[in-house]
């Protein structure tokens, strides 16, 4: 009698549970993704109000 292969005696479940890390990098990465997409908006939200109020002193001052 041949033994059985190792990956034959694993559950198709434990493979797909873990695989490999690129599945947990997501669990960190998307976070870090989402933070920075809102830094960016608000960032640029800063920076066009600035813009708006230097035009406008600028109005003001003619």
Do not use: K
């Not at 669990?27 to 230097?54: C, E, Q, T």
């Amino acid at each position: 009698m041949l033994p059985t292969p190792l990956l034959a005696r694993v559950p198709a479940w434990a493979v797909l549970a873990h695989q490999g890390g690129w599945d947990e990098i997501l669990w960190v990465m998307i976070p870090i993704v989402v933070m920075v997409g809102l830094l960016r908006v608000a960032a640029r939200r800063v920076r066009n109000n600035a813009d708006a109020a230097s035009d406008a002193r600028d109005v003001g001052a003619e």
